[in-house]
Nanobody, 123 residues
Framework: QVQLVESGGGLVQAGGSLRLSCAASGRTFSSYAVGWFRQAPGKEREFVAVVTWSGGTYYADSVKGRFTISRDNAKNAVYLQMNSLKPEDTAVYFC?????????????????WGQGTQVTVSS
């Protein structure tokens, strides 16, 4: 069982940066892949990035080169550094956890979810 809590969202101007954090509970956090998803109003939840238990990273094409996902297993935390933000990055951002070594790129692949944090990028 894993519980996830996101933080770090806010309002930023286009071109700015934000760092999201996902704090996890559970002793076996290091055995989980953790992903970030986002959902804009009226749109489906979409994949942003994922980090495997061993540190491998994968990104959506829309954020590649601008966002960086990382994890600190000692702190039971995963981070999403977002640079060069654009208005189209505006959404509620969720972290999600999936047990095991494989990755998934759609929401049904993740059993545990946080409550989300709002990111708003103004033009």
């Amino acid at each position: 069982q894993v519980q996830l809590v996101e933080s770090g969202g806010g309002l930023v101007q286009a071109g700015g940066s934000l760092r999201l954090s996902c704090a996890a509970s559970g002793r076996t956090f290091s055995s989980y892949a953790v992903g970030w998803f986002r959902q804009a109003p009226g749109k489906e939840r979409e994949f942003v990035a994922v980090v495997t238990w061993s540190g491998g990273t994968y990104y959506a094409d829309s954020v590649k080169g601008r966002f960086t996902i990382s994890r600190d297993n000692a702190k039971n935390a995963v981070y999403l550094q977002m640079n060069s933000l654009k208005p189209e990055d505006t959404a509620v951002y969720f972290c999600a956890a999936r047990y095991g070594g494989s990755v998934a790129y759609t929401p049904p692949g993740y059993a545990y979810w946080g409550q989300g944090t709002q990111v708003t990028v103004s033009s």
